[in-house]
């Protein structure tokens, strides 16, 4: 089977990291800034950034209204913290006119572990990854304060402040966490994503 296509929203964020770890976890990635480009891709990622500028800019370049269409559709997405918020039914501490995608049925909290400066790393159990506890970073990174049904939790704080905040989920083809898995060089979030959406493409294909 060929890799899957994966696409990298290129709007804003840390859109290289992405890149290689999609291509390290045997997907053929590429960045997705039109919308004609969205049409070429298997699956999507939405990267960690700002979210409200990151909404801001789904619409000057004509791609909130497709990338709609295709999550409607069953297009495989992840989100990694600013693309957990845009993936989102509803977000907490966020401006009027926010963006949000509907993609997932869950309520997120902006900025829930605090400023930039109460950025951190912990270890976390992640469901679904397999293998020894996952390094997480949290950059100004949101919390999920509601999960509806259908929504898997695949990952929780273990302690501190912020014991049992939910930081990872899964709904569907549509996976999101609060933390950034590509900076740290472990693959293993990026390779559950690519599996997803080999299987969504095989799912889809004719017999």
Not at 14 to 38: C, F, I, M, Q, Y
Not at 93 to 116: C, E, K, M, S
Not at 163 to 179: K, M, N
Request: proline share 6%.
């Amino acid at each position: 089977m060929t890799a899957p296509t994966i696409g990298v929203l290129a709007l804003q964020g840390d859109v290289r990291e992405h890149l290689e770890a999609l291509t390290a976890a045997g997907a053929s990635a590429v960045t997705v800034r039109r919308p004609e480009e969205l049409d070429a891709v298997d699956g999507l990622v939405l990267p960690g950034g700002e979210s409200t500028t990151m909404g801001k800019l789904l619409r000057i370049f004509d791609l909130l209204g497709p990338l709609r269409e295709r999550l409607a559709a069953g297009m495989p997405a992840y989100g990694s913290c600013a693309g957990m918020i845009l993936l989102a039914s509803d977000i907490l501490d966020t401006t009027p006119d926010a963006v949000h995608l509907d993609g997932l049925d869950i309520t997120v909290r902006r900025n829930a572990f605090g400023r930039q400066v109460d950025s951190f790393e912990t270890d976390l159990d992640v469901a679904r990854v397999g293998g020894e506890p996952m390094r997480a970073v949290f950059i100004r990174a949101p919390w999920v304060e509601r999960v509806g049904d259908g929504v898997e939790v695949l990952a929780t704080v273990p302690e501190g402040p912020a014991a049992g905040r939910v930081v990872a989920v899964r709904q569907g083809d549509v996976l999101a966490t609060s933390f950034h898995p590509e900076v740290t060089g472990d693959r293993r979030v990026h390779a559950l994503f690519a599996d997803m959406v080999r299987e969504r493409r095989t799912s889809s294909t004719p017999a």
